[in-house]
């Protein structure tokens, strides 16, 4: 397990943009499997987007075409750029990451347990 800092997210009207980043451990070079999620209370975390080692990304349907997830610089540093948000989107946004030795299958990409790290999240809000 290692430790996960999250930054960004805040408040917008729907149609706006808002980013949130995720950096693991200390480790510039190791290139984590990373993973965002969200959640909104009384309901289930959900998988938004994630970036596997070597840049491979998967995205939720609901995501598909307005978010963009990447790592800009370091392989530890994951970032989800959000674009045209609706209200829906509202929730808080958590960093989960998966060390790249435990290797990546797809099909499991939204799976809480797929992953050991994880961060407190950060809260994004949408209004209309």
């Known amino acids: 397990v290692q430790p996960v800092e999250e930054s960004g997210g805040g408040s917008v009207q729907a149609g706006g943009s808002l980013s949130v980043s995720c950096v693991v451990s200390?480790?510039?070079?190791?290139?984590?499997?990373m993973a965002w999620f969200r959640q909104v209370s009384g309901k289930q975390r959900e998988g938004v987007a994630a970036?596997?080692?070597?840049?491979?990304?998967i995205y939720a349907d609901s995501v598909q075409g307005r978010f963009t997830i990447s790592k800009d610089g370091p392989k530890n540093r994951a970032v989800l750029r959000m674009t045209n948000l609706k209200p829906e989107d509202t929730g808080r946004y958590y960093c989960?990451?998966?060390?790249?030795?435990?290797?990546?299958?797809?099909?499991?990409?939204?799976?809480?347990?797929?992953?050991?790290?994880w961060g407190q999240g950060t809260q994004v809000t949408v209004s209309s």
């Open positions: 989960a990451a998966r060390d790249p030795g435990y290797g990546w299958h797809s099909d499991d990409w939204s799976k809480l347990q797929y992953y050991e790290s």
């Open positions: 970036i596997a080692r070597g840049g491979m990304t």
């Open positions: 200390r480790d510039f070079n190791r290139d984590y499997h």
